[in-house]
Nanobody
Framework: QVQLVESGGGLVQPGGSLRLSCAASRLTFSSYTMNWYRQAPGKERELVAAISSSGGSTSYADSVKGRFSISRDNAKNTVYLQMNSLKPEDTAMYYC???????????WGTGTLVTVSS
C-alpha cells in the first residue's frame, strides 16, 4: 500500500521558517510529480507548490513565490517544502500529493499542521 507521510509542521512565529518533508513508500517515486497543497480552516484546498518527476521544473502559487521552495531527493523518495518568511495566513494543514506522470494515479498524505502565530 502506497504511503505518503508528512512531517515538520508545528508552531512558528511570523517571519520564521519551517521545512516540511514527505516520505513516500511503495511507489516508483521518480514516476510521480510531487505537490504540496494546503487547506486553511473554512477554505478550499489549494496547490502551493509542484515539482516535476526529475526535479527539473517547479511552480508555485503566487501567494508563496519567493518565500517557499520545493525540492525532492529521488534517492530518498522524499519531497521537501522549505517555508521562509512565514505569515499568519500561511496557517493551514499541509498535504503531500503524488500524481503519476502518465496514468491516472494520485495519492495523498494525511497532512501536517503549520500554525504561524505570535
Amino acid at each position: 500500500q502506497v504511503q505518503l507521510v508528512e512531517s515538520g509542521g508545528g508552531l512558528v512565529q511570523p517571519g520564521g521558517s519551517l521545512r516540511l518533508s514527505c516520505a513516500a513508500s511503495r511507489l516508483t517515486f521518480s514516476s510521480y510529480t510531487m505537490n504540496w497543497y494546503r487547506q486553511a480552516p473554512g477554505k478550499e484546498r489549494e496547490l502551493v507548490a509542484a515539482i516535476s518527476s526529475s526535479g527539473g521544473s517547479t511552480s508555485y502559487a503566487d501567494s508563496v513565490k519567493g518565500r517557499f521552495s520545493i525540492s525532492r531527493d529521488n534517492a530518498k523518495n522524499t519531497v521537501y517544502l522549505q517555508m521562509n518568511s512565514l505569515k499568519p495566513e500561511d496557517t493551514a494543514m499541509y498535504y503531500c500529493n503524488a500524481r503519476h506522470i502518465s496514468i491516472d494515479m494520485v495519492y495523498w498524505g494525511t497532512g501536517t499542521l503549520v500554525t504561524v502565530s505570535s
